[in-house]
């Protein structure tokens, strides 16, 4: 029986440790098309990566979406691989950046951005962060 509950407990706590956790971003100003957010980059003593993505339904031919810096200017620092424009895709459709921290490293700016959208609906964000 402890074994059976000493490995419930190892399993619970591996499962959390690699699972990923949210992060609260400041949304400093919200339009009918468009969002600013500002989220932090916290360092620990292991590698992060954060993933801030963002969905919209509705997406049809002439659907436009992008993240920015909050200048206008293309957003800096996303990984490779991360989604930061898209055009007349259908349905549900999504933008993604993911922004590696390496370990050991003191808090980084905050990735700070602006989400903007024509002709689809703003459904949600989320950022997160995960030990690597």
């Known amino acids: 029986m402890k074994n059976a509950i000493a490995m419930l407990m190892f399993s619970a706590w591996s499962l959390s440790a690699t699972a990923a956790d949210a992060v609260q971003c400041d949304v400093p100003n919200k339009t009918y098309s ?38 206008g200017t293309p957003l800096a620092g996303c990984d490779e691989g991360s989604k930061t424009h898209l055009f007349g895709e259908e349905g549900e459709v999504s933008l993604e ?36």
């Open 97 to 132: 950046c993911t922004v590696t921290v390496p370990a050991g490293l003191k808090d980084k700016p905050p990735l700070e951005l602006r989400v903007k959208w024509t002709h689809c609906d703003y459904m949600e964000h989320s950022f997160t962060r995960e030990a690597l």
């Open 34 to 71: 468009s969002i600013d957010l500002k989220c932090p980059l916290q360092g620990a003593e292991q590698p992060l990566r954060y993933r801030f993505k963002v969905g919209f339904s509705g997406g049809h031919d002439d659907t436009q979406a992008d993240l920015v810096a909050l200048d």
